[in-house]
């Protein structure tokens, strides 16, 4: 397995964002040229103001006047477009690194053993697909161009006021600085919130997708009042940090806006009193109004960017925690194995669990010949299902071999190994799409009549022919399907595929005994000239098999065909005829 490292945010995002630097750096030079007019314009003012002002004690200058009201415009519309282009840079680049996101999820998801998916929420995963990433846009959308314009703005405007009049600078920075460092002090600590927010919302999340999945079980064991009362529980959870997170948040606009304001009668005031004893002049005055007003707002921006930001690091704080979870070995260097496969499969030594202190297999060793059917058989919690997760490579085994055709899995690719199976689960999986693709599913040059003829053997042509549209029927919730018609279709699936070795996990659990029999004659069919491992409960359809591996407690207690192991009138005995009586 790749192990996870500690790193930090910046770099572990270095990787999805190396190729929009340049256009990154050319957005931050487009917003400092922008920022930088904006700064500049109320220097213009100044002059306009002290030409207007010494022309009414004699003739007004209107030559002058129009040239630097001229230059100004130019100025401004010149720096909107610039700002524009610059937010239009941004904005791409965020939403083609948020699309490169999503992509680097889909892409873990499938290199992800099946550990991570069992011992983690199906809703906490599509949380991070799905809120995570889209928090993340939208705060970085709100964040990034505002941020960089308020620095510029900021440093350019204290520049300007520095150069202009070092008294009235002192008064503007110094009755506004100290808001923001109190501003600064609270968003600190309130990042806690933003990441508590995102981790509850998932958590709702994950409860509701837990719910819906088995609401029928909740309504028919009367239990919609506890389910509410948990999610009460969980929704009072989310309100409670989204509210915290957003009230502090929120209360940093009112308070730059206080503090900007208080900036700027300390300025009228100082102004006054300087004009009235001559030392500075009425422009000076309206370039620092003007200034304050600039040089409070990127406080107000940055106050504001510094809130989105923290809920950006929040998200992506989950997005690269999944990002960075173990994932099964690479084994691109692995080349094909076999060619032509027999059916072969060997288990030797097996030993495996899911955890070190926890051993489910144990010294489990079975031999299928090419074109048997085996039965692994045994209590709930035998080992049975595991026996076949590790022979698909979805776990890897502690100790032991298993080999196909004599060559071992460990040195197989998993999807030469995966390629070699077909599988027919109790949980069958059909998405939406048409029956036929639905039957085709990831299989290359497979015609009609091949979909027809798979269809046919397994006994289900005729239903599909009742739709409305037969096999280019789409199906979604407006077609109602049972579990056998379902069943059905996925041992067509599996029919198509045409493996060499099949695998079915308890396929006829989940139906009724009529609907049995017609699953049953399907998987005979299914079965012919394929090695195949049979999971089972009811045992009546597994008689014919010829080897049965009977399993308790991950290891093999029994094993033969059915009349030998009736003859020994051991545990599979038993089981038998406990189940025979009980029917």
């Known amino acids: 397995m790749v192990s996870k490292k500690k790193t930090s945010l910046l770099s572990q995002m270095a990787p999805y964002t190396k190729s929009y630097r340049p256009a990154f750096l050319l957005a931050i030079a487009f917003t400092v040229v922008s920022s930088g007019i904006t700064v500049i314009g109320p220097d213009r003012l100044k002059e306009i103001t002290d030409t207007i002002t010494a022309g009414l004690a004699g003739q007004l200058d209107l030559t002058k006047i129009a040239g630097i009201s001229m230059t100004l415009a130019l100025m401004y519309g010149g720096g909107a477009v610039i700002s524009y282009s610059a937010s239009f840079i941004v904005t791409t680049i965020i939403q083609k ?30 949380s991070r697909v799905t809120n995570d990433v889209d928090l993340m846009t939208q705060s970085l959308n709100q964040s990034l161009v505002s941020l960089v314009s308020a620095v510029v703005l900021l440093c350019g405007s204290i520049f300007m006021m520095i150069r202009t009049n070092g008294t009235m600078a002192a008064t503007a920075i110094g009755s506004v600085l100290i808001g923001f460092v109190l501003v600064v002090f609270i968003m600190g600590k309130t990042q806690p919130f933003f990441t508590r927010q995102q981790n509850n919302l998932a958590k709702v999340n994950g409860y509701v997708e837990e719910i819906y999945t088995g609401h029928n079980v909740v309504t028919s064991y009367s239990a919609v009042q506890q ?24 209360i940093m606009m009112p308070m730059m806006q206080f503090i900007g304001n208080f900036g700027y009668v300390m300025v009228c005031i100082v102004g006054a009193s300087l004009a009235i004893n001559g030392d500075i002049t009425m422009g000076t005055i309206v370039a620092f109004m003007t200034y304050v007003r600039i040089f409070s707002q990127p406080l107000s921006q940055i106050a504001q960017a510094i809130t989105q930001l923290q809920s950006a690091r929040a998200a992506m704080g989950r997005v690269f925690e999944f990002l960075s979870e173990d994932e099964m070995t690479d084994e691109s260097s692995k080349d094909k194995q076999l060619t032509h496969i027999k059916g072969d499969v060997a288990f030797k030594d097996v030993f ?91 299989q290359k040059n ?123 009138d051991g545990f599979y005995a038993d089981l038998y005829n406990s189940q025979f009586q009980a029917s």
């Open 227 to 250: 389910t509410k009362n948990t999610f009460n529980e969980l929704n009072q959870d989310l309100y409670t940090s989204m509210w915290k997170s957003q009230f502090f948040s929120g």
């Open 352 to 442: 495996f669990g899911y955890s070190k202190d926890k051993v489910i297999i144990h010294d489990f060793s079975a031999v299928a010949k090419a074109g048997q059917k085996v039965a692994i058989v045994g209590p709930t919690g035998a080992g049975k299902t595991t026996i076949v997760n590790l022979l698909m490579k979805f776990y890897e085994m502690d100790k032991g071999s298993i080999t196909i055709d004599g060559i071992a899995i460990d040195q197989m690719k998993r999807e030469e190994v995966h390629d070699a199976f077909a599988m027919v689960l109790q949980d069958t999986w059909l998405f939406e799409g048409s029956v036929k693709e639905n039957l085709i599913y990831n």
């Open 97 to 126: 690194f948020s699309q490169k996101m999503r992509n680097a999820i889909a892409d873990k998801i499938n290199v992800l053993p099946l550990r991570y998916f069992d011992s983690h929420p199906q809703g906490d995963t599509l």
């Open 446 to 568: 497979i015609t009609d009549e091949q979909v027809i003829a798979a269809a046919k053997a397994v006994g289900v042509h005729h239903f599909i022919m009742t739709l409305p549209q037969g096999y280019d029927t789409l199906l979604d919730d407006s077609v109602s399907l049972s579990v056998g018609q379902k069943q059905l279709l996925t041992i067509a699936r599996a029919l198509l595929k045409d493996a060499p070795l099949l695998i079915l996990d308890e396929a006829t659990s989940s139906v009724d005994t009529r609907t049995e029999e017609l699953i049953q004659k399907a998987m005979d069919k299914l079965m012919e000239g394929r090695t195949s491992f049979v999971i089972a409960h009811r045992l009546s359809t597994i008689r014919n098999a010829d080897l049965i591996l009977v399993m308790k407690d991950g290891n093999i207690i029994e094993q033969g065909n059915h009349d030998q192991l009736m003859s020994a």
